[in-house]
């Protein structure tokens, strides 16, 4: 457990990217610690990840993590099975909490606040930082009513008209508008798998959240849904800030800005998206890209 | 001796050994058409297939005789009888046959008897033997000669795995019709004597008459002489404590199912749902005599001081206890269906910044109700059919009153009185019972339908 040890070390402050960047793009070997490597801090980030570790029980799943997430970018998170990213991605709305062994320490900030701290409230934070989950889930009831449940429970209308709008805009973001207003009150597990993750993603943005958190949404998908859902993350980006982890390395190339590399629960580079896949800085993010594991 | 004693291990030791000669055949045959690949099904398929053509005609042959013997018997010896004895009316012929059985079976001394009878007696017992020593052979036979046929057929072609799949399949089919003509046998056999019933009483007066008082006169000049056979009163107590029982066991255990399912902590549930299930074990007796030793009394005094007049018998008391009774049944099975709505479905509530109640009220709880509604319909079921509870701490009396602190009696707390003690089965009183139990079965299944559809209308299903 050699790598183990060597990323027990603490590593904070990152190298800062640019600088790491310069040195390494010099000579053609590649970085091997299990210290981050790229460009994880942006100049006005939505959320802020520092030092961030996650246990369950004694395993530790989540090893000294920092990152910021930008407004209006898509983050994609890839890597290995099992190497931590939906767990650090489930840090990032608390959802961890429903897991009684997790255990999470170091700070994340959304807009300057500390969402760990003792004070702050899950509910009003998850209205803010919504997810959509790998799986489409759809709530067994009528399609109205799974994008009405977000706006009822925070009670965001006073009467059914701006219900109905909600409702209504919010299908249209999510392009579902066209194939779902004349049956709006069928169940919203009658749809299509596709669909269905439309909706779970409507379903999202009904209560206009200002990060949009992402574990897998096409991986129970197929190609045709698959692109739609990519086409809409891309247009989703204007407003939100969109986290997405993927197993599928060509969808994170396709739809995001940044890529972050996670390996056995390090982060171990985050540049722009372009940049990590023509020329990663990392030997293990080379060796994943190209296909030498994983 | 019985004739089981000897036959039904004869019957294994044959079926055995013709599982294993089919087996060994199998082995041999695949031996020389080059391995067990070769044959259509596996060794052990021939071999079962062996067993069953063993077993079946050897089954089918006891059970046949078992059915038959005493008729068979009973023919011959009728026939063989005196002529002074064979022509006695029915009801007394079986009388003597009787005394013959008797005496065969060394159940009186023969010494009293007509010689007849007593030589009848021994004919009877020497044909016993006599047919049980053939059947004996024709088992063995049945047994061990189909096998042998079943044998030779064994060949790479013989679909013996077809076989047992259909004969498994007629078995099945067997079982399930055995609990569906149970049940159309009950509801037949009350049926008849309900109808009988109904030929002294009108149905009408009997479903909508305010008066409960089967307990009619012997001779016709005494007070009560026609006695009433009005339902309502019954029905009305059966409705009323059913009421009290589930306005407990609803509330109670469908909040502990959720807190079980929900909140708890799963060391806390794997020790508490046990627990509560207990109550679910202790004897309707032992909740009879609390409810009518400790309940019932409770409940007078604490009427008595707020000047409430209420009797030590009490709809409240039987219902209260009644519904800690049943708690369990809403409470374990509400647990398991909750627990069984999907996590994802948990997660996207969550997700959306929902918290655990509401999450609870309108996702998890929607989603489970077909399960919870079962639930509460099988505690019904077990409000209505309780007798026990009621007898003890209800009381008897046929009172139309929706009072809970009065006391009223139930549907089967008067089947049960019906029918205890010596009766005669043609007097409308005891016939009554049938009638109540047909209204009371007809009843819950009313009842059953409509939750079954109301479940329909409002079920959220999830995949």
């Not at chain 1, 990840?49 to 246990?55: G, K, L, Q």
Request: charged letters at 15%; hydrophobic letters at 50%.
């Amino acid at each position: 457990m050699e790598t183990a040890t060597s990323a027990l070390t603490p590593s904070f402050p990152v190298m800062i990217g640019n600088q790491a960047e310069s040195v390494m793009e010099d000579s053609d070997a590649k970085e091997t610690a299990r210290n981050t490597v790229g460009t994880p801090f942006v100049d006005a980030p939505r959320m802020t990840c520092r030092n961030v570790d996650v246990f369950y029980d004694e395993k530790q799943a989540i090893r000294n993590v920092s990152i910021d997430v930008d407004q209006n970018e898509v983050l994609a998170m890839i890597g290995p099975s099992g190497c931590g990213k939906s767990t650090f991605l489930r840090c990032l709305n608390r959802m961890n909490d429903t897991v009684s062994s997790c255990r999470v320490t170091g700070s994340i900030l959304l807009d300057g606040t500390d969402i760990y701290h003792p004070s702050v409230d899950v509910v009003p934070l998850r209205a803010k930082v919504g997810m959509v989950f790998q799986k489409p889930n759809p709530f067994p009831k009528s399609i109205y009513d799974n994008i009405a449940y977000g706006p009822r429970i925070h009670g965001l209308t006073q009467n059914r008209s701006e219900l109905d709008e909600i409702v209504e805009t919010s299908l249209k973001k999510a392009g579902l508008w066209k194939e779902v207003r004349d049956r709006l009150n069928d169940p919203g597990t009658s749809l299509s798998g596709g669909q269905q993750q439309r909706l779970c993603i409507a379903r999202a943005i009904a209560i206009s959240p200002e990060v949009i958190l992402m574990d897998e949404p096409c991986s129970a998908l197929d190609p045709i849904a698959t692109a739609i859902v990519e086409e809409l993350i891309a247009e989703l980006r204007t407003q939100f800030s969109i986290v997405v982890v993927t197993h599928a390395m060509q969808q994170a190339a396709r739809i995001s800005q940044r890529t972050a590399y996670f390996h056995l629960g390090n982060l171990i580079e985050v540049g722009a998206t372009e940049k990590i896949f023509t020329n990663p800085l990392h030997q293990l993010t080379e060796d994943y890209i190209t296909g030498r594991f994983g | 001796m019985s004739i089981y004693s000897f036959t039904l291990p004869v019957i294994v030791f044959l079926a055995l050994a013709a599982y294993f000669a089919g087996y060994r055949k199998a082995l041999a045959v695949a031996g020389q058409s080059g391995g067990i690949r070769s044959l259509h099904s596996l060794p052990m398929h021939y071999g079962l297939v062996a067993a069953m053509a063993s077993a079946l005609p050897a089954i089918t042959l006891l059970a046949g005789w078992h059915l038959a013997e005493d008729k068979v018997i009973t023919a011959i010896i009728t026939g063989e009888l005196p002529k002074q004895l064979a022509q006695l009316p029915a009801s007394e012929l079986s009388l003597v046959l009787n005394e013959i059985k008797n005496i065969a079976f060394g159940g009186f001394s023969a010494a009293t008897s007509s010689p007849a009878i007593q030589d009848a007696a021994v004919r009877y017992v020497e044909l016993e033997r006599t047919f049980r020593t053939i059947i004996t052979v024709g088992i063995v036979a049945a047994a061990s000669v189909p096998p042998v046929f079943i044998l030779k057929k064994i060949s790479p072609t013989l679909r013996a795995r077809n076989l047992m799949e259909k004969a498994l399949m007629v078995f099945l089919v067997g079982c399930s019709t055995v609990a569906i003509l149970t049940t159309l046998g009950i509801v037949l056999s009350v049926l008849f004597e309900a109808l009988r019933f109904f030929q002294a009483i009108p149905l009408v007066d009997f479903i909508f008459g305010l008066q409960w008082s089967p307990q009619t006169a012997i001779r016709a000049d005494q007070a009560g002489s026609s006695g009433a056979f009005g339902a309502v009163p019954v029905f009305a107590g059966t409705i009323l404590i059913a009421t009290i029982a589930m306005s407990v066991a609803i509330p109670v255990g469908l909040l502990a199912a959720i807190y079980l399912s929900e909140y708890a902590s799963p060391r806390f549930r794997t020790w508490t749902k046990p627990v509560l299930e207990i109550l679910a074990g202790i004897p309707t007796v032992v909740y009879g005599f609390f409810a009518a030793l400790t309940v019932a009394p409770l409940i007078r005094d604490a009427g008595s001081v707020v000047g409430l007049a209420v009797s030590s018998e009490s709809a409240l008391a039987a219902g209260l206890v009644m519904g800690i009774m049943i708690i369990p049944f809403v409470s374990s099975l509400s647990d398991d269906v909750i627990h069984a709505v999907p996590q994802t479905m948990r997660d996207g509530s969550l997700g959306l910044g929902a918290t655990r109640f509401e999450t609870i009220r309108y996702v998890i709880l929607p989603a489970a109700l077909p399960g919870i509604v079962g639930s509460i319909l099988l505690a019904v079921s077990r409000a209505i059919g309780e007798t026990m509870i009621v007898v003890m701490a209800a009381g008897l009396s046929a009172n139309l009153s929706f009072n809970p602190l009065t006391a009223v009696t139930t549907v089967t707390v008067q089947i049960v009185t019906l029918l205890v003690g010596d009766q005669e089965f043609d007097s409308p009183k005891t016939l009554a019972a049938f009638a109540l139990g047909l209204l009371l079965f007809v009843f819950t299944l009313v009842l059953n339908f409509i939750a079954l559809r109301v479940v329909r209308k409002y079920r959220e299903q999830y995949e």
